[in-house]
């Protein structure tokens, strides 16, 4: 089966890979995809696509695809036709290009221009209706926007695709870049990030990195040093905040830092080529899942925090969006494997009236499903409003947040003078290579 990328300009652009010591064979994922076209997460249309669909499938999280344009793909095409959408993705492409949709291209960039080209008022007002029919979802529904490995690799560098993607963190998005074939290509994205990519830099793949600075989305490790596949890292990250560093240079290999409203994360780990070719871990896997259950949370704010069996306590803001009162919630855990404990119900003192908020303190002694868990991660919190009799009234909407952690951090720091080289992956027999040769201090002491 040819994978997503194949599709996307009808041939497969990604002749090579992250890790030089396997074949480029047919990937066998452990897990099945889920594709849903009112999913909160959207995966680019470049790179390893297919492998980040599957290894979020792995934890029940549905994905829908964004075409090189940074445009979502047509949210007409219907969930109960999977198998076009996994095995005909270039027929979905070509919907994108439709002569209508062309001119609407065409007048999204340039709308007096294009708009004056469009002599006949009728095939313009057909041109805005098939545009709305066409793509009914613009790329700031999704929460989340992910670049797979290699995803930057041939990206028209336009300023009006730099544009899109800026505007969509700038807007609250959260976009999460996994490694790239060169350092450069994370140029692309909001702010000030540049590097080494995966085929200018090599990594052992255990203990590979290490938390150098803590953050909720390092919830489900179960040490400060994790075993991942990551080549590259990051020679200038301006003010983001360091996550993760690399064991053999201590640069940094998971950066994260705001752009206005949303958040840029970037990385060098390609867990999504080595998720279908038996060559991934559970530290990577686990880091993921809590990445992209953190970047959906509405308020992106830190997460209450408590160690395993440890007593919980955090807030859960309740809305009525419909038109009849609510007098109880349901309220529903789900665990990093986005599994659902045992629900719990509450009775509304006083009742919830349509459109009304309330705020809930929850904690381990009156929520039986807070008491005793030992599962290291994100937790959600969900809630379901009934009415008296106990008939939903709201169904299951997003809640909150915690997070159950060891809160490991920077075990493997090692202090000293670090000294690596850098040169081209291809070079001729015969030929003279060229180095890049660093040497960085880690101690005290002007060398």
Request: glycine share 6%.
């Amino acid at each position: 089966m040819r994978s997503a990328i194949q599709y996307a300009n009808g041939q497969n652009i990604v002749t090579d890979h992250p890790d030089e010591s396997y074949d480029i064979s047919d990937p066998r994922y452990p897990t099945p995809d889920k594709i849903d076209s009112e999913a909160e997460v959207g995966v680019y249309l470049n790179g390893f696509v297919d492998g980040v669909a599957h290894l979020l499938g792995r934890f029940k999280e549905p994905v829908w695809f964004i075409d090189r344009d940074f445009e979502p793909l047509p949210s007409s095409i219907e969930e109960n036709s999977k198998s076009q959408i996994t095995n005909s993705k270039s027929q979905i492409l070509n919907k994108l290009r439709t002569p209508e949709l062309q001119i609407i291209e065409k007048i999204r960039e340039n709308p007096t221009k294009s708009v004056q080209s469009v002599s006949n008022e009728r095939q313009f007002a057909e041109c805005c209706e098939a545009k709305k029919s066409k793509l009914q979802r613009e790329l700031q529904d999704f929460k989340v926007l992910i670049i797979p490995s290699y995803g930057l690799s041939g990206v028209d560098t336009s300023a009006i695709l730099e544009w899109r993607l800026r505007k969509y963190v700038e807007e609250g998005g959260v976009v999460v870049c996994l490694t790239q074939k060169y350092g450069d290509e994370f140029e692309f994205l909001p702010g000030t990030v540049t590097g080494y990519g995966a085929n200018e830099d090599q990594s052992c793949w255990q203990n590979a990195g290490y938390i150098d600075e803590y953050h909720p989305i390092m919830a489900g490790q179960d040490s400060a040093n994790l075993d991942a596949n990551a080549d590259g890292y990051f020679t200038q990250w301006g003010d983001a905040k360091v996550i993760l560093r690399r064991v053999k240079n201590q640069q940094p290999m998971l950066i994260m830092y705001k752009y206005g409203k949303g958040y840029v994360v970037a990385c060098t780990l390609y867990t999504d080529w080595g998720y279908g070719h038996s060559h991934w871990s559970t530290d990577e896997t686990n880091l993921i899942r809590d990445l992209i259950t953190w970047a959906k949370q509405p308020t992106l704010e830190a997460l209450p925090e408590t160690k395993p069996n440890g007593t919980i306590t955090t807030k859960l803001q309740i809305t009525n969006y419909k038109s009849q009162t609510a007098e109880k919630v349901v309220i529903k855990v789900i665990d990093p494997d986005k599994k659902p404990l045992p629900p719990y119900t509450l009775d509304l003192t006083p009742a919830l009236a349509p459109g009304q908020i309330m705020e809930l303190t929850l904690n381990s002694s009156n929520i039986s499903s807070l008491s005793s868990l030992n599962k290291i991660g994100i937790y959600k919190i969900d809630y379901e409003l009934q009415d008296n009799a106990g008939n939903t009234i709201q169904p299951q909407s997003a809640g909150s947040q915690f997070a159950i952690s060891e809160h490991h951090i920077a075990e493997n720091r090692i202090e000293g003078y670090k000294i690596w080289a850098v040169a081209n992956e291809n070079t001729v027999k015969g030929a003279k290579v060229a180095y890049t040769i660093f040497i960085k201090n880690d101690t005290e002491r002007t060398w």
